[in-house]
């Protein structure tokens, strides 16, 4: 038996799911969280195989509920569920420890073969993500210009690219505004930029808004 925990902000979001694991044996859900600290939480606290992780939730980012999860509980296998498209999380996710990637516009039988497939301890990403993994992208092959930042400056650059100001921001972040400037000043290095405009331009120009 599958032990399936469903981490998404959203109550009927998280009915769906649970729905849908209901319609297939071998999976029962154990629990279920709202939030990044939640998710920590319910997966001390239950016996967990499988986490359905969202990319948008209260609370630390899901980067890091990923690289905590690994750390202090090795075994449960983390499949990350998103309406972000790949080309924006994707790689990140399985760098931090994902056991596999899968946006929420997949049929409920390709959640069901993805939650199996990462309990048998394999990796589920779509043939086109395979693809780009398969050329070098995870080993930082790649000339796409936001795929050069960290985790923490990629979430500055998407804020700061939607227009957020560096106070507005960091108080979403829970970072100070020197820090969120520091941090604006790395990305406009890497990315060889003069502003502002130059960052919501490229997010617009790459569909990286939120």
């Not at 073969?113 to 050329?135: C, D, M, N, P, Q």
């Amino acid at each position: 038996m599958i032990r399936l925990l469903i981490a998404d902000d959203h109550p009927i979001v998280r009915a769906g799911l649970r729905r849908i694991a209901a319609d297939h044996p071998g999976i029962t859900v154990v629990g279920e969280a709202a939030s990044a600290s939640e998710v920590l939480q319910r997966v001390t606290e239950t016996p967990t195989d499988v986490i359905l992780l969202d990319v948008s939730m209260p609370g630390p980012s899901f980067i890091e509920v990923l690289q905590m999860v690994r750390k202090e509980h090795p075994s449960v296998k983390v499949l990350v569920l998103s309406v972000h498209p790949e080309d924006q999380w994707a790689v990140r996710a399985l760098r931090a420890g994902a056991a596999g990637y899968l946006t929420k516009d997949h049929s409920p039988e390709q959640l069901i073969e993805a939650i199996r497939k990462v309990y048998r301890g394999g990796k589920y990403v779509s043939a086109a993500l395979a693809e780009r993994l398969a050329t070098g992208l995870e080993a930082g092959a790649s000339t796409v210009l936001h795929e050069r930042l960290s985790d923490r400056e990629y979430e500055v650059l998407r804020g700061l690219g939607t227009g957020l100001s560096v106070k507005v921001l960091a108080e979403r972040l829970g970072l100070s505004a020197k820090t969120v400037s520091t941090y604006r000043s790395r990305i406009l290095e890497k990315m060889q930029m003069m502003s502002n405009a130059d960052l919501i331009r490229y997010v617009s120009d790459n569909g990286l808004r939120n």
